[in-house]
């Protein structure tokens, strides 16, 4: 007898993917609602079995018209100018500034200021998987991603902006102007004196004012509220931001990060 397998869900528009320390955080973006799944790896060789498998139980595997959006975290990037974009020597200008770590994809994309190149790497096996199992999928850093979005509060609040990231016991730090991304790098921190030592270190070595940036933290591993208290006498303007579920704003601000409109109502009235 032939096996049945489990209908598939057709309501089901787009895959959100990110990798978060634990595993996998899967967003699930359909017609009529948006729900979330995780998948837990406690070590780097459950990948990619565990991740195939969660696929294959949940219908999302080889289905070329399901959309998949993919971030993926690296420690390992580099910002270049764009004029390089077609450099057939950027890969080994990568190796030779990160270190050649064995067979790795690099990819590319330029940065919205529309002067830079962000390039980050994945492990070849990596991408191969998510590609094979996932083959309507565009793949992001989450660097790449926080990078955009810490250029664009600049640009629109013209108020230099600084965004840190934790994952696990990385920091990743972007900085920018209202006129292009200043800074982006990677850090190890154990505890929040070095957290706030990296920040304040930064901070000073681009010329920008603690009292007058504005600072938004994305925490994966910590609570916000712990860090804002403890960064609170270093940086005046402390803001919570995340990554979401929606395809079309894939990192925000946080809503209680969100000032309220001023009411005008006792204005109307006069």
Same mark, same amino acid.
């Given at each position: ?39 837990? #790896? %406690?070590?780097?060789? !459950?990948?990619?079995?565990? %991740? ?14 399901? +959309? ?44 919205? !200021? ?51 990231? %934790? ?9 920018? !102007? ?20 990296? #920040? ?11 009292? +007058? ?17 403890? #960064? ?18 894939? %990192? ?13 109502? !006792?204005?109307?009235?006069?």
């Amino acid at each position: 007898m032939q096996d049945t397998e489990k209908p598939v869900n057709t309501s089901l528009r787009q895959l959100i993917v990110r990798s978060t320390p634990e595993g996998f955080l899967f967003g699930k973006v359909s017609a009529k609602e948006s729900s979330t799944a995780k998948l837990q #790896l %406690f070590a780097a060789v !459950d990948f990619p079995d565990m %991740f195939v498998s969660f696929l294959k139980e949940n219908n999302w595997a080889k289905r070329p018209e399901l +959309k998949a959006t993919v971030i993926d975290f690296t420690n390992r990037f580099m910002i270049v100018p764009n004029k390089l974009a077609e450099d057939e020597s950027l890969e080994a200008f990568f190796n030779f500034q990160n270190g050649d770590e064995g067979e790795q994809q690099i990819y590319t994309a330029p940065l919205n !200021d529309d002067k830079q190149l962000f390039c980050w790497e994945i492990p070849t096996e990596r991408d191969r998987n998510f590609e094979k199992w996932l083959p309507n999928m565009t793949l992001w850093s989450t660097g790449y991603i926080i990078a955009n979005w810490t250029y664009h509060q600049a640009a629109e609040s013209d108020v230099p902006t600084l965004t840190a990231h %934790f994952h696990g016991h990385h920091m990743q730090l972007f900085m920018a !102007d209202s006129d292009k991304l200043l800074f982006a790098n990677t850090f190890i921190v154990r505890d929040s004196e070095e957290i706030a030592y990296f #920040l304040l270190r930064c901070l000073e070595q681009m010329g920008l004012n603690p009292s +007058k940036i504005h600072t938004f933290l994305c925490s994966e591993n910590r609570p916000f509220r712990e860090l804002q208290e403890f #960064l609170a006498p270093y940086l005046a303007n402390i803001f919570e931001a995340e990554f979401s579920q929606n395809p079309d704003k894939l %990192f925000r601000k946080t809503i209680k990060s969100i000032e309220p409109e001023p009411d005008d109502a !006792d204005d109307d009235d006069e």
